[in-house]
């Protein structure tokens, strides 16, 4: 289980790609990346998850360096929907281990 | 697409009190938690379900707490004796564990406050 470090907070205007850096200097060669979005008054979602280089699915695109010891989440043309806390996880115990979570970064999309 | 369900949405009690809260998890799903959010603070992990025993707790759950999946598809959290710092949002999440993704569904959480 890598400790993680994210901004607390940034904002953004509809339309914009956001990108959302965590680092994780201490991550093991068996974790794995995972982002979590929570809305207010809601559990988290998945997002993404990836091990190495960018996976891209419908919601996020999720870039890793070679040296894994960081990774950005990224969010193309944003909308007022997706003001949420986005988390970044960075564990290999298990697929079906407990989460743990840091306090996120607060994502706020302003008109 | 299927869900988690959680009842009741919001739950008010006295302190000394007990509360079950009841969660329905996706039908396949086989691995359970509850995890806790305090207002303003992170989502903190409490509890994970395995084949009818815990695999893993947390410090946070103690003696005054237990879980149950009573009938195969209800996933309980009972607190024994509640207190002022158990109010929270608290989350009942299922995995099928099948996926190499640790693709954890969440439910939409029960406030509990306690008086």
């Known amino acids: 289980l890598a400790k993680t470090t994210q901004p607390i907070s940034m904002d953004s205007y509809e339309g914009q790609e956001v990108n959302i850096t965590c680092s994780h200097n201490?991550?093991?060669?068996?974790?794995?990346i995972t982002w979590y979005q929570q809305f207010p008054s809601q559990g988290p979602r998945f997002i993404i998850q990836g091990y190495k280089t960018k996976v891209t699915n419908e919601v996020a695109s999720l870039f890793i360096p070679a040296d894994r010891k960081s990774s950005t989440l990224s969010l193309p043309r944003v909308s007022l929907s997706d003001t949420a806390v986005y988390y970044c996880?960075?564990?290999?115990?298990?697929?079906?281990?407990?989460?743990?979570f840091g306090q996120g970064t607060t994502l706020q999309v302003k008109p | 697409e299927p869900e988690v369900t959680q009842t009741p949405s919001h739950q008010v009690t006295q302190m000394g009190q007990e509360v079950i809260l009841r969660c329905v998890p996706i039908s396949n799903h086989l691995y359970f938690y509850w995890y806790r959010q305090i207002l303003g603070q992170k989502v903190e992990f409490l509890v994970s379900?395995?084949?009818?025993?815990?695999?893993?707790k947390s410090e946070i759950f103690d003696d005054q707490f237990s879980v149950e999946r009573p009938d195969g598809s209800n996933f309980t959290l009972k607190i024994r004796s509640t207190k002022l710092e158990d109010s929270a949002m608290y989350f009942c999440?299922?995995?099928?564990?099948?996926?190499?993704?640790?693709?954890?569904?969440f439910g939409p959480g029960t406030r509990l406050t306690v008086l």
């Open positions: 996880l960075a564990d290999g115990s298990s697929n079906t281990g407990k989460l743990i």
């Open positions: 201490n991550i093991a060669t068996n974790d794995y």
């Open positions: 379900f395995y084949n009818n025993e815990i695999s893993e």
């Open positions: 999440a299922s995995i099928w564990g099948g996926s190499s993704y640790n693709e954890q569904f």
